[in-house]
């Protein structure tokens, strides 16, 4: 069955976003939730890829520090995780993910930035990346 224009628009998106390299450190995939509803993957790619993210007015490195800001706000430790590997992936430096994220101080409270701080710090050290710029 050929996919409609939203999910090949959706996956162009995807494409900009994935680490390329010989181990990659992420990919968008949905191969283990596929056996739960084998439509659940177009539903992602057109809406989410599609639609949203292949939106004008701002770049991908403005799409990710939303996306990891909105996520800090609402505690999901799985899903930030994820998009702070693709931050890093798409260039964003280390210091402007715990920018973002400490920044969210007075509207998410300690808890929150404290633990998304903590994802942070283990995705850096999986990739092998530091926040202090070297001199």
């Given at each position: 069955?050929?996919?409609s224009?939203?999910?090949?628009?959706?996956?162009?998106v995807?494409r900009e976003y994935?680490?390329?390299?010989e181990?990659?450190?992420?990919?968008?995939?949905?191969?283990?939730l596929?056996d739960l509803?084998?439509k659940?993957e177009?539903y992602?790619?057109?809406?989410?890829f599609?639609?949203?993210?292949a939106?004008?007015?701002?770049?991908?490195?403005q799409k990710?520090?939303?996306?990891i800001?909105?996520?800090v706000?609402?505690?999901?430790?799985?899903?930030l995780?994820?998009?702070?590997n693709?931050?890093l992936?798409?260039?964003?430096?280390?210091?402007?993910?715990?920018g973002?994220?400490i920044?969210?101080?007075?509207?998410?409270?300690?808890?929150?930035?404290?633990n998304?701080?903590n994802?942070a710090?283990?995705?850096?050290s999986?990739?092998?990346v530091?926040?202090?710029?070297?001199?």
């Amino acid at each position: 069955m050929e996919k409609s224009k939203r999910y090949q628009q959706g996956m162009e998106v995807i494409r900009e976003y994935e680490d390329k390299s010989e181990n990659p450190a992420y990919s968008i995939t949905f191969e283990n939730l596929m056996d739960l509803d084998p439509k659940l993957e177009d539903y992602i790619v057109e809406f989410a890829f599609g639609d949203i993210y292949a939106r004008e007015g701002l770049s991908h490195e403005q799409k990710t520090l939303i996306t990891i800001s909105s996520l800090v706000t609402q505690g999901l430790e799985p899903q930030l995780r994820l998009h702070v590997n693709t931050g890093l992936t798409i260039g964003i430096s280390p210091k402007e993910i715990v920018g973002a994220i400490i920044h969210l101080l007075p509207y998410a409270g300690f808890p929150r930035v404290l633990n998304a701080l903590n994802i942070a710090k283990a995705v850096f050290s999986e990739r092998g990346v530091s926040v202090q710029e070297k001199k």
